[in-house]
C-alpha cells in the first residue's frame, strides 16, 4: 500500500517527481497514458507544462533529450491502444466497468470518433481522458493503419512541442515562473485546448447532413 500511496504523493508534487524520477518517471508516464487503458487518470498535461517550467529554472533535465523522449512515448503509447483496439474489438465495449476499466471513457471516446474520424487521433491530444481511449477506438473500428499513423506522429509531436517546449520558453521568458507554476499549468492547458474547441464550435455550427 505503501508504495501506491509514494505514487499519488509524487503526482500532487511535480517538482519532487521531476528530481526523483527523471527521465524515466516522465517517459512512463506519458507512455502509460496514452497507451494503456488504466492510465486514463494520469495528468499528462499539467505534468508536461510542470516540467517545461521547471526544467527552465533549474536545468534539471536536459529539454531536448525529455522532448525526444517523450514524443516517442506518445507515439509509441497511441500505437499500442490501437492494437489494443485491434485485437481485442467489440469484446471492450462488452466488458463491465470496473476499478481499472472505464467504459464509459471508452464509450465518450467512441462519439468523439464518430464525429471527428480520423482526426480524433489528432485532436484527441488535448483532451485529458479521451486521448487515452481514442486510439484504442481507432483500432477497433478498423482507421486505415498508415492514416492513424499520420496522425498519431503529427499529434504525438504537436502535443508534446506545444506543452513541454512552449513551457520552457515561457519558463525563460518570465522570472521565477516555477514559484507559481500552477499558474502556468492553467494557462498553458487552457490555451492547449483551444484547438479542439475551436474545431468542436465549427462543427456545430456546420449545417446537420441527416435533416
Not at 476499478?99 to 471527428?116: G, N, P, V, W
Amino acid at each position: 500500500m505503501e508504495p501506491v500511496l509514494d505514487f499519488f504523493r509524487y503526482l500532487g508534487n511535480f517538482e519532487e517527481l521531476i528530481r526523483a524520477g527523471g527521465y524515466v518517471a516522465l517517459t512512463a508516464i506519458i507512455f502509460v497514458e496514452t497507451g494503456l487503458l488504466i492510465g486514463f487518470f494520469l495528468p499528462g498535461d499539467s505534468l508536461l507544462v510542470a516540467a517545461g517550467v521547471l526544467i527552465a529554472a533549474t536545468g534539471l533535465l536536459n529539454i531536448w533529450v525529455l522532448a525526444a523522449l517523450l514524443c516517442t512515448a506518445a507515439i509509441v503509447g497511441d500505437t499500442v491502444g490501437y492494437w489494443i483496439g485491434a485485437k481485442a474489438g467489440p469484446r471492450l465495449f462488452s466488458r463491465e466497468k470496473s476499478l481499472f476499466f472505464a467504459k464509459d471513457h471508452l464509450i465518450k471516446a467512441e462519439r468523439f470518433y464518430t464525429k471527428y474520424g480520423a482526426k480524433t487521433i489528432l485532436l484527441a491530444r488535448w483532451v485529458p481522458i479521451v486521448r487515452t481511449f481514442a486510439p484504442v477506438v481507432a483500432g477497433a473500428a478498423r482507421m486505415h493503419y498508415p492514416t492513424f499513423l499520420l496522425f498519431n506522429v503529427v499529434g504525438g509531436v504537436t502535443w508534446i512541442g506545444s506543452l513541454l517546449i512552449g513551457s520552457y520558453f515561457l519558463g525563460q521568458l518570465i522570472p521565477d515562473l516555477e514559484k507559481n507554476v500552477h499558474i502556468a499549468v492553467a494557462v498553458v492547458v487552457l490555451l492547449s485546448i483551444l484547438p479542439p474547441i475551436i474545431e468542436y464550435l465549427k462543427a456545430r455550427r456546420e449545417p446537420d447532413a441527416s435533416r
